[in-house]
């Protein structure tokens, strides 16, 4: 079955530093990966995916994720945090046999430091 | 419009009363999706609708939950005799269509509260 996981529940970092928020994945097939991310009292905005192609994703707000095959990961990376980027982060999995819905992991919180 | 709008934005209900959620995907937007989110239970898919096509409805918790979709378009979620269990967020997704590649964007959500 489709599925990811975010191993951490909350990734604690200070201004300036590099953020990472970590996702494997476990699928069949060809993974279509995504991830989003949650600001408090709002809705899920769309960061970035990866369908094929370069394993390094480039998308919103400075963000990249780098699809690992080998190690079945999908991690999310900013290279230096902002305190603006404390949020709710979701990484996501397509379920091509579900209507293709997303699958979700259960979220890790980001908080950044001043 | 430019993306997807729900409303009401909050509601505050009494245990026992009915409620209905509303939702408008991006135009042209044919798949549509409802997704709820509370606490210790992450995100959970709801329900799917893909055009004309019968919905899914595989991910609705009870009888009570039920929702339409007129004309391709704009989508209801009611919840009948609301409990306390049903206090969440009510996410609505869209998307082009069910290639897998295709992007699904979310609303704002409602914010239910049932007292």
């Known amino acids: 079955a489709q599925s990811v996981a975010q191993p951490e529940d909350q990734v604690n970092v200070a201004e300036g530093n590099p953020l990472t928020v970590k996702c494997t994945y476990s699928?069949?097939?060809?993974?279509?990966l995504f991830w989003y991310v949650q600001y408090p009292n709002r809705g899920l905005q769309f960061l970035l995916k990866?369908?094929?192609?370069?394993?390094l994703v480039k998308g919103s707000y400075g963000f990249e994720a780098e699809f690992n095959k080998s190690q079945t990961s999908f991690h999310l990376k900013k290279p230096s945090a902002l305190v603006s980027d404390s949020a709710l982060y979701f990484c996501?999995?397509?379920?091509?046999?579900?209507?293709?819905?997303?699958?979700f992991g259960k979220g890790n919180q980001v908080v950044v430091i001043p | 419009g430019a993306g997807v709008s729900q409303s009401p934005s909050n509601k505050v209900t009494e245990k026992g009363k009915d409620v209905e959620l509303r939702c408008d995907p991006i135009?042209?937007?044919?798949?549509l999706y409802w997704y709820r989110q509370s606490l210790g239970q992450g995100l959970e898919f709801l329900i799917y609708?893909?055009?004309?096509?019968?919905?899914?409805k595989s991910g609705l918790p009870s009888d009570r939950f039920s929702a339409e979709r007129t004309g391709g378009s704009v989508s209801t979620l009611t919840i009948q005799r609301t409990q306390q269990e049903d206090s969440a967020v009510y996410l609505c997704?869209?998307?082009?269509?069910?290639?897998?590649?295709?992007?699904?964007?979310f609303g704002e959500g409602s914010w239910l509260t049932v007292v």
């Open positions: 996501a999995v397509r379920v091509p046999w579900r209507n293709n819905r997303l699958a």
């Open positions: 990866y369908i094929t192609g370069d394993n």
């Open positions: 699928v069949s097939g060809n993974p279509y």
């Open positions: 997704a869209s998307s082009l269509g069910t290639a897998s590649g295709n992007t699904i964007y």
């Open positions: 135009s042209g937007h044919t798949a």
């Open positions: 609708f893909q055009g004309n096509s019968a919905p899914d």
